[in-house]
């Protein structure tokens, strides 16, 4: 099936909500740690991360693909370190519409630009 976002009468993007889904930023994956010694370890095998300190938590950009999730679980893995929760964020399709209709969107776009 394929999705048309509208935005002031125009299509602002078309396709399937997963070609929709990639066109916004913003996934990621949370980490969170109980143990202050093994958030720090992490922080540092992960590079790239938003820090969380109070609730010992890092958040990386990600895609949410599988191969994402096994390069950032073998990192984690090589330098014995487990984390205690882990959440995969992608964007819905609410990201989806707010971010091609609302303030700052992101310019129409046609059809042909989402394939």
């Known amino acids: ?21 990639r066109l916004i930023p913003g996934g990621h994956v949370r980490l969170r740690f109980e143990d202050p010694r093994g958030y720090e370890e992490a922080a540092t095998a992960l590079r790239e991360v938003t820090r969380d300190d109070d609730a010992l938590a890092l958040q990386l950009p990600s895609d949410g693909s599988q191969r994402e999730l096994r390069a ?20 819905d399709l609410d990201d989806v519409f707010f971010a091609l209709t609302g303030p700052g969107s992101v310019p129409h776009q046609s059809k042909e630009n989402v394939r």
Request: aromatic share 0%; proline share 2%.
């Open 72 to 91: 950032i679980l073998d990192r984690l893995d090589a330098a014995g370190i487990e984390a205690d929760e882990l959440t995969v964020h992608t964007p």
């Open 1 to 21: 099936d394929r999705i048309a976002v509208l935005s002031d009468g125009r299509i602002a993007a078309e396709g399937t909500a997963d070609e929709l889904k």
